[in-house]
């Protein structure tokens, strides 16, 4: 079955430190990518998506992700993180043809030290 | 993008009782789609509801359960039925307005059934 993996369950960094959160997909044809935030007691925000062309995608918030189909991976970057970005980040996939069935990973929690 | 609503964001029921949640868009949209977050879990879909048409149910969801209903191209509602604590979640609506595979999500629900 088509899934997406987020080895990370707990990341605690510092704030003003990088950022990097993985994310694995497996394979398809024609996935397209997506990082979603989670703040606590909200609901989900689209970060970023890749769906073709350049592999490096700029999103909200400062936010990156680096598409590598050689390694179906799709990790979400920060160079100096805010207090303000702690909270759950999920990646999900879709792939082409199946409009709607967005597959989640299991989330990734970002705790930010003062 | 598309702003969406949902009632009510929280509520406790009583087992064997039944929570009908809305969700309200502030655009025509085709495509709305339902999921479940169990704690400490992902995203897991219920069912695409498009207007005019039957929902659609994934794998492990029945209609008996989730009733879905969507009367027209901006609302819909999800029917959680015979509460067990089991189905104590955050139910989320989304919406692809386009429809160009992204998908926007409503502020949840969270359910507690004691």
């Known amino acids: 079955a088509q899934s997406v993996t987020q080895p990370d369950i707990h990341i605690t960094v510092s704030e003003g430190a990088s950022l990097e959160l993985r994310c694995n997909y497996s394979y398809g044809a024609t996935p397209y990518l997506f990082w979603y935030v989670q703040s606590p007691g909200q609901g989900l925000q689209l970060l970023l998506k890749y769906f073709s062309g350049d592999t490096l995608v700029q999103g909200i918030k400062g936010f990156e992700a680096e598409f590598k189909r050689s390694q179906s991976s799709f990790n979400l970057r920060k160079p100096s993180v805010h207090w303000s970005d702690a909270a759950e980040y999920f990646c999900?996939?879709?792939?082409?043809?199946?409009?709607?069935?967005?597959?989640f990973g299991k989330g990734t929690k970002l705790s930010v030290k003062p | 993008s598309a702003v969406i609503s949902q009632k009510p964001s929280r509520d406790i029921c009583q087992r064997g009782t039944s929570l009908t949640i809305q969700c309200q868009v502030d655009?025509?949209?085709?495509?709305m789609f339902w999921y479940r977050q169990q704690p400490g879990q992902s995203l897991t879909l219920i069912a695409t509801a498009n207007q005019g048409s039957e929902a659609t149910y994934e794998s492990g969801f029945v209609i008996d359960k989730f009733p879905i209903s969507r009367p027209n191209l901006t609302f819909s509602t999800l029917t959680v039925s015979n509460l067990s604590p089991e189905d104590s979640s955050i139910y989320l609506c989304?919406?692809?307005?386009?429809?160009?595979?992204?998908?926007?999500f409503g502020p949840g629900t969270r359910l507690t059934v004691t």
């Open positions: 999900a996939v879709v792939y082409g043809g199946s409009q709607g069935n967005l597959i």
């Open positions: 655009s025509q949209v085709t495509m």
């Open positions: 989304s919406v692809d307005p386009y429809p160009t595979i992204e998908q926007y």
